[in-house]
């Protein structure tokens, strides 16, 4: 009997370090997961700083584009007043000249604003010549889709439009 008591507290004493073994790995696989969880909230927490400049800075770029629209608009009527209803169009061809190029170009800057690193300053040059490119490119399609197109209502809704980007800077942020 002596024999099977001895076997008995041979495997006890193998299971209590066993047990003792399993504990320290639960713990550092907790300490583990605690650690990845820190770094994991770290970085949310940056992505959530992140978004809300992007959001902010979209939100005020939106706005200069919706002050654009306001003035698009106004330049329809003023045209539609003068010119009648082909004014009218060639004056919102004219506003969408400016405001297509616009909304596209604060979409390509939301979007880097995202980017780590200094690429800022080159994406908003080669997006506001891209920008410049494609309110020509839309005149040109103008010119080449609605040939009865009024001219001078054209310039009033691109030049009014532009003006939009003046008025911005009046608005509170």
Known sequence: MSTVLKKEESVGDAGVENRTEAAHFQRRCIAARLTRLTQVTK??????????YTQHCFQMML??????????LLSVLIAWAFMGPRGALSALCG??????????????LTLVARRPGNAHVNAFLIGEFIKIASAIGILVLVRLLFPGAHWGAVVLG????????????????
Not at 43 to 52: D, K, Y
Not at 63 to 72: M, N, P, S
């Open 95 to 108: 506003g969408m000249a400016v405001i297509l190029p616009t909304l596209f170009f604060a979409w390509r």
């Open 43 to 52: 970085i949310l927490g940056f992505l959530t700083v992140l978004v809300v």
């Open 158 to 173: 691109l030049v009014v439009t532009l003006q939009a980007n003046f008025l911005a800077l009046l608005v509170k942020p």
């Open 63 to 72: 706005k200069v584009v919706l002050l654009q629209c306001g003035t698009a």
